[in-house]
């Protein structure tokens, strides 16, 4: 499978931006997903992530209740909806899966997957 983010820019703080992931080249359905970030100089860390038929999502505290984590499967996509932007949500996303499929709930440690989009910058300025 091969996935491509998009839908990354440029907004004002308090803002919000919707980032897709558009995945072909397998069962995009049968798969869970999840967005990471990365800021210049930290880790890449888990920000959201959703079972392979919508069933269930998680995210990490800093994002809970200002982003949202969803996914049509007959489009083959996953989106980030991200509201209330602030500088600290500044970084690169991406979107991620995992080959063979895991099974059960969504995973956060990034060693978890070995598929990744290329990522989309996001800049909120202050």
């Known amino acids: 499978v091969q996935l491509q983010a998009s839908g990354g820019g440029l907004v004002q703080a308090g803002g919000s931006l919707r980032l897709s992931c558009v995945a072909s080249g397998h069962t995009f359905g049968n798969l869970n997903m999840a967005w990471f970030r990365q800021g210049a100089g930290k880790e890449r860390e888990f920000v959201a992530g959703i079972r392979y038929n919508g069933a269930s999502t998680i995210y990490a505290d800093s994002v809970k209740g200002r982003f949202t984590i969803s996914r049509h499967n007959s489009k083959s996509t996953g989106y980030l909806q991200m509201d209330s932007l602030n500088s600290e949500d500044t970084a690169v996303y991406y979107c991620?899966?995992?080959?063979?499929?895991?099974?059960?709930?969504?995973?956060?440690?990034?060693?978890?997957?070995?598929?990744w989009g290329q990522g989309t910058l996001v800049t909120v300025s202050s």
């Open positions: 991620a899966t995992r080959l063979p499929r895991l099974v059960g709930p969504v995973r956060t440690g990034k060693e978890d997957y070995n598929v």
